[in-house]
């Protein structure tokens, strides 16, 4: 079993930067594609961004592709989500998951979630 554990959400006002942390843990994280998703109230969890398990490809939607980067730190078990020029359609819980193989799209294709962290972007 891997656990996995989001930090560093918080309220922000729109253009602010906010860095995400998702720490893996009970197994190494590093064989895992992570996936960034979030949900918004009365919405659908919806795919933000991914990096493959050796970090070398990234992806991202098109509404966060220039503002956000997605990094990972193997040795400490670690994925993060910089966030630059926050906008109040980012406000959402943001969620961090793992799943063999690539980095998808579909919420359901992932194997291990977080608790998420709330992300609140005031105009």
């Known amino acids: 079993q891997m656990q996995l554990a989001e930090s560093g959400g918080g309220l922000v006002q729109a253009g602010d930067s906010l860095t995400l942390s998702c720490a893996a843990s009970g197994r190494s994280s590093s064989s895992y594609a992570l996936g960034w998703f979030r949900q918004a109230p009365g919405k659908e969890r919806e795919f933000v961004g991914g990096?493959?398990?050796?970090?070398?490809?990234?992806a991202y939607a098109d509404s966060v592709k220039g503002r956000f980067t997605i990094s990972r730190d193997n040795a400490q078990n670690t994925v993060y989500l910089q966030m630059n020029n926050l906008k109040p359609e980012d406000t959402a819980v943001y969620f961090c998951a793992a799943r063999r193989g690539g980095a998808g799209l579909e919420p359901s294709t992932y194997s291990y979630w977080g608790q998420g962290t709330q992300v609140t972007v005031s105009s």
């Open positions: 990096i493959s398990w050796s970090g070398s490809n990234t």
